[in-house]
């Protein structure tokens, strides 16, 4: 019998998430070794400009699974809506985002803990919803979808991002070579809920979707230590007590057992541009 995916189990998600400085850890690993493909927040702001009828006149921008907020603040310094709401259910996360924000002059950035199940806004608020890397975390994200189209206003677009299921394979390959983890290339995807390849058909749902951008980014990591940065709490992984959240003996232990050389590993990033049904963008 598999295990629980890990972004579907609700016993792990204080251990996921409970820590803001886990997930800064991981994703800074990861940009660092970071060799192709656009900056996501910027690609969402080019999305919004080219296809929201208005773009330079937004007023509510919903950004969901917000995280550290780092899409958040991209989307209040670079579209300037009159005001973006970042909504995470994890509240080391927001708490970080709302420091993070308090570098913003003159901040129209609100972070708000909720549940995207129930996104706690009126129906229409939003001239443009965000959801980037998070609908995953829901065993129906068909239900999320329908929460979106409920919130968008007339006109309103929404852009959902997320992953390919088959995503850093290079990684799983050398975890389980290692011995780190003997079945780390059997896992199920941490994406299954939504990923590239049904997307645009989970959108579909309750939007319209307009248009489908997808991009492969590609990671060089130069070593064993800098791996280990990112591996030390990737959730997937069955790793050993004393190896999660501890990068310095995760490094010790690939460099016992493995010669230390780069990485090169990759992911492909969908892109869904939607609007409510029946609206135009």
Do not use: W
């Not at 296809?51 to 300037?80: F, K, M």
């Not at 060089?220 to 280990?228: E, P």
């Not at 990112?230 to 992984?237: D, H």
């Amino acid at each position: 019998m598999n295990e629980p995916n890990p972004f579907l189990d609700p016993a792990r998600q204080q251990e996921l998430y409970g820590h803001a400085f886990r997930l800064a850890g991981r994703t800074s690993a990861l940009m660092r070794a970071k060799t192709s493909g656009h900056p996501v927040p910027e690609t969402i702001v080019s999305l919004v400009q080219t296809h929201h009828a208005q773009p330079d006149r937004l007023g509510v921008v919903l950004d969901i699974g917000c995280g550290r907020g780092t899409s958040s603040l991209v989307i209040a310094e670079q579209l300037r809506p009159q005001r973006v709401v970042g909504l995470d259910a994890a509240p080391s996360l927001l708490a970080q985002a709302r420091e993070r924000a308090e570098e913003l002059p003159d901040s129209t950035v609100d972070f708000v803990e909720g549940d995207f199940h129930d996104l706690p806004l009126p129906a229409g608020l939003c001239d443009v919803a965000v959801a980037a890397f998070c609908l995953y975390h829901s065993p129906q994200p068909k239900d999320v979808i329908a929460q979106i189209a409920r919130v968008l206003a007339p006109g309103g677009l929404a852009v959902l991002v997320t992953k390919g299921l088959d995503s850093y394979p290079e990684m799983d390959q050398l975890v389980a070579a290692a011995g780190l983890d003997a079945r780390a290339d059997k896992h199920e995807s941490l994406y299954t809920a939504a990923h590239s390849g049904n997307l645009a058909d989970l959108a579909a749902s309750s939007l319209d979707v307009i248009a489908v951008l997808d991009e492969e980014h590609t990671f060089a990591f130069d070593g064993h230590d800098h791996l280990a940065q990112y591996l030390a709490t990737n959730p997937k992984y069955d790793l050993a007590p004393g190896l999660y959240g501890n990068p310095e003996a995760l490094a010790a232990t690939l460099h016992e057992f493995l010669p230390d050389q780069p990485l090169t590993t990759r992911s492909l990033i969908t892109f869904v541009i939607a609007q409510p049904k029946g609206g135009s963008a």
